[in-house]
């Protein structure tokens, strides 16, 4: 009898001490979710970045007024990738916001099950295997950027109406290059053009090769490349230099030398892709959580950029789209 009383005390004073330590670990998870510590992490600091992580740490500010955040990034070095991940990582925090495919899927191979994570402007989350399907995830939750390719080829459609040969320069280790390109090959022929594509790997053999894609062709297009969104100027300028337009996927890259282009507003990205961090501090199942797509995209034009090639952009276009000529410009194009 002895004996079964001392094994029942015993048992009491283990769910004591489980109940305490359990108590104790929800006190602090509690006070880490009203003072959460986010790591954003991501290739190399460019303008379409920059818009997500201003709209991402706006929207959480809003829930979270006491939150905090860390940035790691890889110096756009493909070396580097992981070294960023992993320190992210170790900075332990409660959540992680990597930006750019490649980062988000070490981001989720490497922490998933013990950070959450949600990813911020990933083109084709699926076909990057860090999400089961667009409405349940399963593995991690975040924003997409998909670009509206078939209004990117209405744009230069407009603009140019006898033009026929698009080049689409691509990163083919990149997968939202490579999902933009196939996307660009497959909606091209409804709008009338065939496209020929030029494989580049490296920043420093860009401009070499887009000046010979350029010469070949009617007009450059930059699509979902991360290559080539953090290089938009040098993109454009070599296309320019073989006197041909380049269009693009985003407001960016058409500030930095495209002629015009049709692109999402990438706060916006970075806005959703809070929400869904909002609701995950507060305690649901990243991959339970639908991926929030922004589908709709508004038309910039460069007039600068157009006088350089002797390209007038057609009233219709113009009309309908935000001028983003800079201010000091000295050569104009405008019907």
Known sequence: MKRRLLQLSLVAVGI?????????????????????????????????????????????LRAYPKATFFERHANGQQSEYG?????????????????????????????????????????????????????????????????????LLSVVRETLPGAKILGLPYNPSD????????????????YGFAIVDEQVTS?????????????????????A?????????????????????????????VKAGAVAGIGINYRQVGEIGGDLAVQVLG????????????????ISVNREAACRVHLTVPAAVARKATDVTPTNARCLAMH
């Open 203 to 223: 920043a420093s053999e860009l401009s070499t090769q887009v000046r010979g894609l350029a010469g070949r062709v009617d007009a450059v297009v930059i699509g």
């Open 225 to 253: 490349d991360n290559l080539m969104m953090e290089n938009p100027a040098a993109v454009a300028s070599a296309a320019a230099e073989a006197g041909r337009p380049a269009f693009a996927c985003d407001e960016p890259s």
């Open 283 to 298: 305690g649901k199942f990243p991959g339970g959580l639908p991926v929030a797509v922004l589908r709709t995209g508004t």
């Open 16 to 60: 004591l001490i489980m109940t305490g330590a359990l108590a104790r670990h929800d006190s602090a998870l509690g006070a880490a979710k009203q003072n959460p510590k986010i790591g954003i992490v991501y290739t190399s600091p460019h303008p379409v970045i920059n818009d997500i992580i201003v709209g991402f740490k706006a929207q959480v």
């Open 83 to 151: 070294t960023a991940v992993a320190a992210t990582i170790g900075g332990q925090p409660d959540l992680i916001a990597p930006i750019a495919t490649p980062i988000a899927k070490l981001a989720v191979d490497q922490a998933r099950g013990r950070i959450p994570i949600v990813f911020l402007g990933i083109t084709d989350p699926v076909g990057a295997g860090i999400a089961r399907s667009l409405d349940h995830p399963e593995l991690a939750t975040g924003s997409s950027d998909l670009c509206p390719f078939a209004g």
């Open 175 to 190: 997968q939202p290059a490579v999902f933009s390109r196939a996307q660009l090959k497959l909606l091209a022929p409804k």
